[in-house]
């Protein structure tokens, strides 16, 4: 697998102990401001939406929507997630990471916003449950269509200024921003159902529409423009942005006339092209078991547990097993990778079997604690499995390739969320067995294939 375009215009040669001192020197370390901040901009989305996925179980239950329609609500926005996030990740080589970070959070906050109103107001007899839900879908497409310029502008961002092989680790604390605000959002949401003024449920959406801003006002204020100028023919020549514009490293310098073509333009990569293909295929499949078991899992707690008829208390419920599965999540993230050094193919591969178990166990709980120790075994294998394939398809392309890259991988996600969650709530309600086992088949489904297609690690995080 080569890191520069065949048609490149060739450099003189150097020894392979020059170009990897050349390489590990062309990367300065991203100050911890500025990790900070990135670090905000990813949690903040995150703990908005996991705050949602808590109490739309309990929402949809008191306007009387099926559990069906309630998942396929996130369907639209999900779609638009994977059609827009490639767009803005090509847009933020030539606009800057900062500008789509800032127009992510923008779609988040009106995103959040809108759909608590929308829901305050079916909830108050405003609005018929199904005029709510096709609004609400309205409202929530925002979200796909402008918050996901946000996570391929943060990826790209770190990936490009960070060497082989400590992007896994790189990557997977900025994944590790999603656990966080995956811990703080279930915890958040019963807290923030506000009896006042007939807010109830709809809280956490109004609330976390205003942290986004806060989260916004602090990116505009602290972090430095960083746009792009490009001459023709890839070289670039300058770097603006007004007087608290960040220099360029050398890195970002030389970088996007790596993987040109022979007019000097970045090439377009596609979702199957070879390099890509392994960490691609495993992403969408394994992906598709999260977004089911993420679909399913409140609805279960409220059945398991007799809570249909208590929507609020079933919410609080909902937040507290969520929690369990963002804290694997951490330990996944902020523990055994960075401590035992875990690859992305190691990660990949073991996420998938643990996640198979802990799918096993959900399959069976009954009470509380087995609940949470079931979704904390899965979320324990998918928060080793998402850094995993995330960071495998950044090794995979060149620094020139980033944002693209970043922008495949938010689409994998996102794709993943399209119709799994709705199709894995149908299947719950219809025949639970067929559904858990489908969940644990696609995880094993990844492993066997990852572990003939995958790269080696070793090859992969080596510096060159």
Known sequence: MADADPTSTSAPARSPAHQEASAKAAYRPISSGRMALLFTVMLVTAAGNTAMQSVMPSIGTALKVEDFWISLAYSWSALLWVTCAPIWARRSDKRGRKAMMALGLVGFIGSMGLCGLILWAGL?????????LIVFAAARSLYGLFGSAAPPAVQAYVAARTP????????SLIASSFGLGTVIGPVLAPLLVIPFFGIGLTGPFLSFALVGVVALVLLRLRLPNDEPQFAARGQAVAYSGGADAAPPDEDELESDAEGADRKGQLTRLRWFEPR???????????GHAQAMIMGIAGFLVLDRLGLRSSPEEGASLVSLVLVFGALATLLAQWGLIPRFRIGPRAATLSGMMVAALGTMILSVASDVYALSLGFA??????????????????????????????GIVSSVAGASFIYAPAVGVWLYNTNEPIAFGLIAALCLAVTIFGWRGLALDSDLTRDR
């Open 377 to 406: 075994v899965a979320s324990l294998g998918f928060g080793l499995f998402r850094p995993g394939t995330t960071s495998g398809t950044s090794l995979a392309v060149t620094r020139a390739e980033q944002g693209q890259a970043s």
């Open 124 to 132: 108050a007899g405003w609005f018929g449950a199904l005029t709510t």
């Open 276 to 286: 890509l293909r392994p960490w691609v295929v495993s992403g969408l499949v394994g």
């Open 164 to 171: 082989r092989s400590e992007r896994t680790n790189a990557l």
